[in-house]
């Protein structure tokens, strides 16, 4: 609606800087409307994600669609699916050395750059969805991030999150902790060195190269997401067993990182609305994930015929006791250490929290079926 007294206003302002204007040249510039600076930006963003994957693909579309629609088409991502610019695990150093603006991936997938970068992402019996928001949000975790990051030329913001993920899909049955000697599964991060502490082998393959390695036998097992994300890659159809719950990613977070010099040329406002983007796709995906599994899990179980299969008892608490050794190792010194030290006093605060909300929930709600 047009609002007429403004509209008054601004003509009787024109009108009056007009007269003054013309009454006194010298204060032309002065009355002269401000020039808007509207110029526009565009970036590329390499993901580590298989081209049309739902969930995990479609989060980096959507970080570029709010980022154009919050600038008014100002600020526009081009999104690339891994292997269409570069490699899925090159995109870090793609970003890093400017060869793209912006990446939408895994934080894990940088451990050989710094043992500190799974704490990002998800590290075995760690952090769930909420708390890992919760400590990078409120807890000191982004600074110590920024510090990470920064010190490869990037900026990573939370742009995804799975929430809670499977185990993985076996050929066959874990009954022992014997079981896991010698396997062979595609397991990244932390839960990899986990396994390997058990004797198995761990295997990092992106995802658009998993379905090959387990149709061909070249591994034994894989874990991907959970059941939305790993349906769509079709892994039900090699390996008949699936694990849960996933200890080695109980809430895995996203990243969107960009290139810190890109980062720093942007305006406060632009740098606004890439995080403000990233955020709310953070939202947006764990609910989507959380329904969107529910949905494939029924499917997968009741058209497929997946047999779901919970670890047992010496198997889970093996791998608890690994992983505390595995988390510890990778936090010895320097910053490493101190984001090592701020993780696991946030987590420690946090499941004093959970155990009477969550976790005393979940158990109380299963009284009532």
Request: proline share 4%; aromatic share 10%.
């Amino acid at each position: 609606m047009i609002n007429r007294r403004n509209m008054v206003g601004a003509g009787l302002l024109g009108v009056a800087g007009a007269a003054a204007a013309f009454a006194n040249p010298e204060d032309a510039k002065i009355l002269a409307p401000a020039k808007i600076n509207r110029s526009r930006r565009k970036f590329n963003m390499v993901t580590t994600w298989p081209k049309g994957l739902p969930g995990l693909g479609r989060a980096a579309e959507r970080v570029a669609e709010r980022v154009y629609a919050m600038s008014d088409g100002l600020m526009e991502i081009k999104v690339f699916a891994a292997g269409e610019l570069v490699p899925a695990f090159e995109s870090f150093d793609a970003v890093a050395n400017g060869s793209a603006d912006m990446y939408h991936g895994a934080e894990y997938y940088w451990t050989a750059k710094s043992s500190a970068f799974p704490f990002f992402t998800a590290v075995p019996f760690g952090m769930t969805a909420q708390e890992i928001m919760g400590w990078i949000d409120f807890g000191g975790g982004q600074e110590l991030w920024d510090e990470l990051s920064g010190q490869f030329g990037v900026k990573a913001i939370q742009g995804a999150n799975t929430g809670h993920q499977m185990g993985g899909w076996f050929r066959k049955e874990i009954n022992s902790l014997d079981d896991l000697v010698g396997l062979k599964m595609r397991i990244p991060g932390q839960g990899g060195d986990v396994l390997r502490a058990l004797g198995g082998s761990a295997i990092s393959l992106s995802g658009g190269e998993i379905y090959q390695a387990l149709q061909t036998g070249s591994i034994d097992a894989t874990e991907w997401v959970g059941p939305w994300n790993d349906y769509s890659l079709g892994f039900h159809r090699e390996a008949p067993y699936y694990y849960g719950p996933g200890f080695h990613e109980p809430g895995a977070s996203l990243a969107v990182g960009m290139n810190l010099k890109v980062w720093e040329s942007l305006t406060l406002g632009e740098q606004a609305i890439i995080k403000a983007a990233c955020e709310s796709v953070n939202h947006t995906s764990l609910g989507e994930f959380t329904y969107q599994n529910s949905v494939y899990l029924d499917l997968l179980v009741r058209e497929h015929g997946t047999k779901l299969r919970s670890f047992p008892p010496e198997v889970v608490k093996a791998m608890a006791e690994a992983a505390a050794d595995v988390r510890a190792a990778s936090g010895r010194d320097g910053i490493e250490k101190r984001i090592y030290e701020s993780f696991e006093k946030s987590l420690k605060l946090m499941r004093g929290w959970a155990k009477v909300s969550d976790g005393a929930y979940y158990t109380a709600r299963e009284l009532g079926k």
